[in-house]
């Protein structure tokens, strides 16, 4: 994952079901599974994830030789959260986390906007307060692979699709000591 993959150059393997979870933002984690090649966790930017998914996913869509599922987290459908003042203090703080807030909600509706736009199968997933970020290691206890690095954004895009990739016995279950 840490190491800059040249995606635009392997075309995915036709015949096959392709689910991809994705968590919008400056860093877009991208997690891509189907049965023959496992579980995939790739750092993109959104447009190398768009350019991606057009040379390697649409056509094979478009031929009806590959199928797939996104899940896409939707913050953009997020209630607005208004704030009557701002502590001077904390001021440029919360303006920053404002300004990416926003850069990572319009990423995501414009993400949902080109799925729905080629037609791709679409799942958007909003977080609610109940879900639970996975640590690293339980991420690693999950996955099988103890030594797969991961940084959170990548772990979260996993888990939008763990119903793929997760032996049904494991999930959400603590792992062991």
Partial sequence: MDK?????????PLQAFYAFGVDPGVNTGVAMWSKEGGLKL???????????????VIPGLKSGELQCKVVI????????????????????TVLRM???VGMNQNDSKRLCEYMKLREVPLEEYLPTKADRKWSVEYFQTLSGKPTLPSHEHVRDAARFIARYWVDGNKIFKKPSA
């Avoid at 987290?73 to 440029?92: F, P, S, T």
């Fill in 73 to 92: 987290e939707a913050n953009h459908l997020n209630e607005y959260v208004y704030r009557d003042r701002i502590d001077h203090k904390n001021r440029g």
């Fill in 98 to 100: 404002a300004r990416n």
């Fill in 4 to 12: 800059k993959v040249d995606l635009f150059n392997q075309p995915l």
């Fill in 42 to 56: 790739f750092n993109m930017t959104f447009w190398e994830f768009i350019f991606f998914f057009e040379a390697n």
